[in-house]
């Protein structure tokens, strides 16, 4: 049989090659082309200061077997398959193995972080397996496969100079400071619709019991042709993605596509499912929707309308900038709204104003890229109630306020 279980229990491996680490609203940000194209001809792996190439960076902790010389023959990302409410069932990956046309499938670990007010997908592998459904450039990237089996992180190239990685080479999986943090090995195309791909030994880290997801190729047939059968297989609890329509035309709006946001707001979250309804806009399952979304009245701003879980923190604040005589720096003809189901303009990313997690405040004074005029005391409270301010991002978003991690008001 030719699935793989990307995320069976794995163990450290025996020898691990070490080095040193290397050192919302309209005016969004420049955004990567949809098509996951990169900005550079090569994938590349971080390299030395003299210019060569680095040995692998292990994690120790989070290493698994290396993946060994690539397998061949490579392999096609056509079809994705995740389950938004648990594990992909082994009887179910094993039928779709069979189904003509169709010459390899591996499962995989599919969830999603939010960083700077963008949700990013990361896919959980062995990366023996997934990097056969890679462009061949990335598949034949040695070192790209030996760093994410050491412990490390591969990031589509078309986000380089997108993430905000620190100066030792990290990137933070969330928002909250508790959310781990890995160390970036590689930038190279992923499959579409990936962004970042850690090793299975990530997994439980990031809230995963098991593979949720089936990547399928078909060398011999075309997703066209499998969508019907594949579905059948599946019914209509889990979504099939046409990933030859996501790399040219973005999601598939005919598809109820899902988000299972992990990391310190994960159950403020749960699993968001939605479709894409055009122009940008989405429209969230109704269900999702009644549960997690309400209208409360709060501090300056009066009638809002957001998550639930937001309103205790977000009431402390303003009631604390109230009482702290700040009340006129916040300006409620300027607020420019939480709740808003759509993506960030010009892309199929979603933000956390979609999960009704942020707001954006005094808008006019605290445009993109800017230093912002919001003030300072303002920020701070803010900060202390368990909130991110954009201002502090590597692109400046002023205005925006997002919920980072869970607090309880004594």
Partial sequence: MRVRRAMAAVGCAAVVVLASACGSSPDEE????????????????????DGGPTAPVADPEHAVDPPGPVQTPLEQADVLLVNPKGTIDSDLARQVDRLKGVTAVTELGIVQVSIENKVYTVAVVDPAEYRRFTPAGSATLQEQWERVAGGELAVSQALKDRLPVDDEGYLRLGSGEDDPRVHVGAWAPQVPTVDLVVNAAWGE??????PNALLVSARNSTPQVLAKPIKALVGGAIPVQNLDIASRRGLDPGVFQSAVVVGTLSDAIGVYRYRVVGGGRIAPDAGWVKLHITTETVPILGSVTCNRAIFPQLKAALAEVVTRGLAKEIHPGEYAGCYYPRFIAGTTQLSNHAFGLALDLNLPGNQRGTVGQMNREVVAIFKQWGFGWGGDWRYTDPMHFELREIRHPG
Avoid: M, R
């Avoid at 194209?37 to 200061?49: H, R």
């Avoid at 880290?205 to 098991?210: K, N, S, V, W």
């Fill in 30 to 49: 420049p955004e990567a082309d949809p098509s996951g194209s990169a900005s550079s001809s090569e994938p590349t792996a971080p390299s030395s200061s």
């Fill in 205 to 210: 880290e990031l809230g995963l019991t098991g």
